[in-house]
């Protein structure tokens, strides 16, 4: 899906949730630098931060306005985290990062499937103009190899260009 920015002259990238850093090194091998990685917990950032691989952190709260300008990122990646955000928040996280990515960059986010919640959210954004659903994919497992979630749990990935 990234491959869709693949002309940008930088790849400015917003890594929301970003935990310990786990998905910096192919963000980074693919391209996609500096990033910004954000995240609530203080003890993960500060793994994240061992990596070396993040130009900026920071330690934020989701539920709320992200804490950037508009227009500074030219991709964002939100792998497992809109599944534990209230898609009722004023502004909602996804109208937030149509807001911090310049238009015409990606936004890739992964929700889980039973939230419809979210799939409503989607609509709004498309139909007010901000986001435009590029791809979305079918029902996968989550964790593929852990024999309890396996065939629980199932996400759908999607990818959006900001309007």
């Known amino acids: 899906a990234f491959k869709r920015v693949g002309g940008l002259k930088t790849r400015a990238t917003l890594d929301l949730g970003c935990g310990t850093g786990l998905q910096a090194p192919s963000l980074r091998q693919s391209g996609f630098s500096p990033l910004t990685g954000v995240d609530l917990s203080a003890e993960m950032l500060g793994q994240a931060e061992s990596t070396r691989l993040y130009a900026k952190l920071v330690r934020w709260d989701l539920n709320l306005a992200?804490?950037?300008?508009?227009?500074?990122f030219d991709a964002a990646v939100c792998t497992a985290v809109l599944s534990y955000i209230d898609s009722r928040n004023e502004p909602n996280l996804l109208s937030e990062l149509s807001r911090v990515v310049k238009p015409g960059g990606v936004i890739v986010a992964t929700l889980r499937s039973d939230l419809s919640?979210?799939?409503a959210r989607i609509r709004d954004?498309?139909?007010?103009g901000q986001l435009r659903l590029l791809e979305e994919s079918s029902p996968a497992p989550f964790l593929p190899q852990n024999p309890i979630y396996a065939s629980k749990l199932l996400i759908i990935y999607y990818c959006f260009?900001?309007?």
């Open 66 to 72: 992200l804490p950037f300008e508009d227009h500074v």
């Open 117 to 119: 919640d979210w799939k």
């Open 125 to 128: 954004l498309e139909e007010s």
């Open 161 to 163: 260009v900001v309007l």
